[in-house]
């Protein structure tokens, strides 16, 4: 009789759980560039950043080389212009050697057809030589 109501109450058990239920597990990763919520890439762009420190440190600038930058990128700037406006004919540029900064350009307009720069870098000896063909007025 004892073992009868044992049996009783186990199977009364189960019934009453209803069995065990259980679902799939799916793996969602927490990087947005895998697929996971795109809420997170700011936040983990963010923290990747900060613990970046390959990028070298801003130090502050001397005035003077400010200056020197500027006034090479001006006048690097304006050469350009002119060679550009002789190459179509609206001005004449004057073919010579031009040092500004840390280059070396060198105009030759000996081809009525064709303007030459050879731009070096005084630095590391690098050069580039740009042929810009003449249009006629």
Do not use: C, W
């Not at 809420?39 to 003077?64: F, I, M, R, S």
């Not at 050879?118 to 000896?125: E, P, R």
Request: no cysteine; glycine share 10%.
């Amino acid at each position: 009789m004892r073992k009868l109501l044992i049996y009783a109450v186990f199977s009364i058990g189960l019934l009453a759980a209803g069995g065990a239920r259980g679902s799939e597990l799916v793996y969602q990763p927490v990087n947005p560039s895998f697929g996971g919520y795109p809420g997170n890439g700011e936040y983990l762009l963010n923290h990747a950043q900060a613990q970046n420190d390959t990028h070298p440190k801003l130090q502050p600038t001397d005035p003077l080389t400010t200056f020197k930058n500027n006034l090479d990128s001006r006048i690097l700037s304006y050469l350009s212009s002119k060679l550009v406006q002789d190459a179509f004919g609206d001005t004449t540029l004057q073919p010579g050697h031009y040092v500004v900064g840390d280059y070396s350009v060198d105009i030759d307009g000996s081809n009525p057809n064709l303007l030459s720069v050879l731009v070096t870098d005084i630095g590391t000896g690098n050069s580039t030589t740009i042929q810009i063909p003449r249009v006629a007025p």
